[in-house]
C-alpha cells in the first residue's frame, strides 16, 4: 500500500489498525481537521503518496486561520480565538448533498484580536 492510501484508509476508516495513533482529543484540534479536509478530499480526489505536501498546505491553511502572538505577561506564544465546529444552522441547510458524512464540516474560528470571523466548509461528496 502506498502512503496516500494508508492515510486515507487511517482517516476514513474508524476500525482501522492505525485509527488510535492519535487520540480523540488530538482528532478535535483543528489543526488536524484542516489536515482531514485536505487528506481526505472529495469524490475525484487524487491521493497524493507524499504526505509532506498535506503538512505544508495544512500549516499554511492554519496560519491564514489563526492568529499566533506572544503574551506580553507571560511571554508565551498564544492562539488568539476559539474555533468551532457548526453542525447545524435553523432554517439553513449546511450540507445538502451529504448531510450525515462525518467529513461534510463546517468550523467557525473567532478571533477577538482581529475582531473576525473565519468559516471553513466543506461538503464531502461520494464517488
Known sequence: MQVG???REFLL????????AFSTEEQQ????????LFAVGGALCQPEDNINKYLSLTKTAYKEIVTVFRNSS?????????????????GVDLFP????????VCIAVL???KKHIVF????????
Open 111 to 113: 478571533d477577538p484580536l
Open 13 to 20: 476508516n474508524p476500525e482501522s489498525e492505525n485509527a488510535s
Open 120 to 127: 471553513v466548509k466543506n461538503t464531502f461528496k461520494d464517488f
Open 97 to 104: 448533498d451529504n448531510p450525515t458524512s462525518p467529513h461534510s
Open 5 to 7: 492510501d494508508l492515510l
Open 29 to 36: 484540534e483543528l489543526i488536524f481537521q484542516i489536515f482531514r
Open 74 to 90: 507571560t511571554n508565551a506564544v498564544q492562539v488568539s480565538g476559539r474555533a468551532f465546529k457548526v453542525k447545524r444552522v435553523d
